[in-house]
T-cell receptor, first 115, second 111 residues
Framework: EPEVTQTPSHQVTQMGQEVILRCVPI?????FYWYRQILGQKVEFLVS????????KSEIFDDQFSVERPDGSNFTLKIRSTKLEDSAMYFC?????????????FGPGTRLTVT | QKEVEQDPGPLSVPEGAIVSLNCTYS??????FMWYRQYSRKGPELLMY????GNKEDGRFTAQVDKSSKYISLFIRDSQPSDSATYLC???????????FGKGTHLIIQP
């Protein structure tokens, strides 16, 4: 069964460093998303991406974040200058319209630890 | 007022019991409603997907949406220890929109 994959599973970085989180969405999906989950808190939407551009973003997704689909399979989230409060699980998801349904399937996540 | 409210639990029930999980929401624009299951430090796994009001059944799971009350439910019949997990409700206004999640209910099924 097709699934969303994410690398790395765990990333440790120092405050102020740039990190890139990578995702491979399900191959025929058209919509791509990033979410984050701070430990003990709810899953929060960051950004959605369709047709090579951002279609929606939340207040969390400020200028330090960017997304890119560098090729036909990868979808990346870049955090330019990490802060301690960026420590969280980051989930990638993908969907495609099927009979009017847009079911979002999530990857296993990348645990980002900022020290 | 928070957009999506969900009792975090924990909710502990004996094996074989019927489990009822609920969420309330405030945004009347929400049209699509989902339930996800999440095991510790794993990604959310889609269980149920419904549009607008009504019921949907899939195996041991039944999802109900009452838009007039802004209330959604997930019922699990014949609960098993393997159902022990955190259950997240999620919703959106448009099909491809980003999802708004509840905080999740931690469910424990006692053997």
């Amino acid at each position: 069964e097709p699934e969303v994959t994410q690398t790395p599973s765990h990333q440790v970085t120092q405050m102020g460093q740039e990190v890139i989180l990578r995702c491979v969405p399900i191959s025929n999906h058209l919509y791509f998303y990033w979410y984050r989950q701070i430990l003990g808190q709810k899953v929060e939407f960051l950004v959605s991406f369709y047709n090579n551009e951002i279609s929606e973003k939340s207040e969390i997704f400020d200028d330090q974040f960017s997304v890119e689909r560098p090729d036909g399979s990868n979808f990346t989230l870049k955090i330019r200058s990490t802060k301690l409060e960026d420590s969280a699980m980051y989930f990638c998801a993908s969907s495609t319209p099927t009979g009017g349904r847009y079911e979002q399937y999530f990857g296993p996540g990348t645990r980002l630890t900022v020290t | 007022q928070k957009e999506v409210e969900q009792d975090p639990g924990p909710l502990s029930v004996p094996e074989g019991a019927i489990v009822s999980l609920n969420c309330t929401y405030s945004n009347s624009a929400f049209q699509y409603f989902m339930w996800y299951r999440q095991y510790s430090r794993k990604g959310p796994e889609l269980l149920m997907y419904t549009y607008s009001s009504g019921n949907k059944e899939d195996g041991r799971f039944t999802a109900q949406v009452d838009k007039s009350s802004k209330y959604i439910s997930l019922f699990i019949r014949d609960s098993q220890p393997s159902d022990s997990a955190t259950y997240l409700c999620a919703m959106s206004g448009g099909g491809a929109d980003g999802l708004t999640f509840g905080k999740g209910t931690h469910l424990i099924i006692q053997p």
